[in-house]
């Protein structure tokens, strides 16, 4: 499952990983340093009730980041049931998008400016209180100025043009809607982010030569992040000139049978696992309606021993990460959706009702059957 849900606002549920804990943690425990050499004389119960209060906050402003792009999706009239809020922003499996290059632009811009504002709007703020005397005004002056320094972070970082960073996708965009190509779109993200990867990795090796190698080092790891992202882009582009002009249902098995919830995994689990069997991925109803999906890794993360005890429903992908596709989608986009879920497989649906499922299996089949027809012409693919 990806994430925890903790609230739904207008509609979208919000779901947040559990590192956050983490990262509130360490932010609150930054201000209160902050706080520490700014205001010696806070009361230090009253430094950590701040802190807290600042790690709290940059929550709730990542939380806003990514409600922006969704909200501006459904402006746009894309539909947005659920977002996962990020540590810094980019793409999660969660994440709008349109098939329309104007939108999309919108929509990737909408976080990086949402932050940008908040970061300005909390620094005007910070100037305001700080400057208004008393230990406690300095202490909200500092606070506020570490959420200020935090959003604009936040916002200029997602600026930086390398994909799944905001940046890439807005490259990727304006690229898109002046050639026309979403092809040409991703190759100019591709090439923006391999650049600057590698002029990162420059940099944090700089740093580490310097004498950081801490800092240095995790420069260093971000940046060649970003060059292997690139490289993922260019694969993508080369499975798109194979398959680019299948649809879901040219692949899609449709030979399959559902499951309810309320069945134990050792009724079908060594099914699943025997390497002999063409099935990957179960689609799981109840009252005939698709609740999740049960795939290979679902059952190998359980002890066989637990089998017997262990309900499909507890097992099981449920949305979220369990995407729908249709008959008539893009074979392409489907497979980014497939991969971003981390799922053996994903349902197909037809005005509600379910004609098959899209396997990791079919794909890597038609994906093979492309590439052997490609060396040899004289032999066909799947249509």
């Known amino acids: 499952m990806i994430g925890v849900p903790i609230a739904r606002i207008l ?11 983490l990262v509130v943690a360490l932010v ?5 340093i902050q706080l ?19 790690g709290v906050a940059f929550f709730l402003s990542a939380m806003v980041h990514d409600l922006a792009h969704a909200f501006t999706a459904r402006r746009r009239d894309v539909e947005v049931r659920s977002i996962l809020v990020s540590f810094f922003g980019g793409t999660t499996p969660t994440d709008p998008a349109s098939s329309v290059a104007a939108d999309d632009l919108a929509i990737a811009a909408s976080g990086p400016i949402i932050s940008t504002l908040l970061g300005i709007g909390f620094a005007v703020s910070a100037t305001g209180i700080g400057g208004s005397g008393g230990d406690l005004a300095q202490a909200l002056g500092q606070v506020i100025a570490v959420l200020a320094v935090l959003n604009l972070l936040v916002g200029l970082v997602n600026l930086v ?18 050639t026309d190509s979403v092809a040409r779109g991703w190759r100019a993200a591709a090439a923006t982010g391999r650049v600057t990867g590698l002029v990162v990795v420059a940099v ?32 993508r582009l080369k499975v798109e000139a194979l398959i680019g002009d299948l649809t879901v249902a040219d692949v899609m098995e449709t030979d399959v049978t559902a499951v309810h919830p309320g069945l134990t995994l050792d009724t079908l689990a060594a099914q699943l696992l025997d390497a002999d069997t063409p099935t990957t991925a179960v689609p799981v109803v109840e009252d005939g309606i698709v609740v999740g999906i049960l795939g290979v890794r679902d059952v190998r993360r359980l002890r066989p021993g637990m089998w017997g005890e262990t309900r499909v429903g507890a097992a099981m992908a449920r949305p979220p990460r369990m995407r729908i596709v249709g008959p008539t989608d893009a074979l392409v986009d489907s497979i ?17 009702r379910l004609i098959g499922v899209l396997t990791r299996r079919a794909v890597g089949a038609a ?16 249509r």
């Open 367 to 382: 994906v093979g059957s492309r590439t052997e027809a490609a060396s040899n012409p004289g032999r066909g693919g799947p």
């Open 204 to 235: 944090g090796l700089g740093v580490a030569l310097t004498g950081e190698p801490g800092n240095g080092g995790m420069l260093a790891l971000s940046g060649w992040f970003l060059v292997l992202s690139s490289r993922a882009i260019r694969e």
């Open 28 to 32: 609150a425990a930054l201000a209160v």
């Open 161 to 178: 043009p390398a994909y799944p960073l905001d940046g890439g996708r807005i490259v990727r965009a304006i690229a898109w809607r002046r």
């Open 36 to 54: 520490g050499g700014a205001v010696p004389t806070l009361a230090t119960p009253v430094q950590w009730i701040l802190g807290g209060a600042v």
């Open 11 to 21: 509609g979208i549920e919000v779901r947040v990983q559990l590192g956050w804990i």
């Open 336 to 352: 980014e959706r497939l991969q971003r879920s981390g799922l053996d497989g994903i349902p197909v649906l037809a005005e509600g």
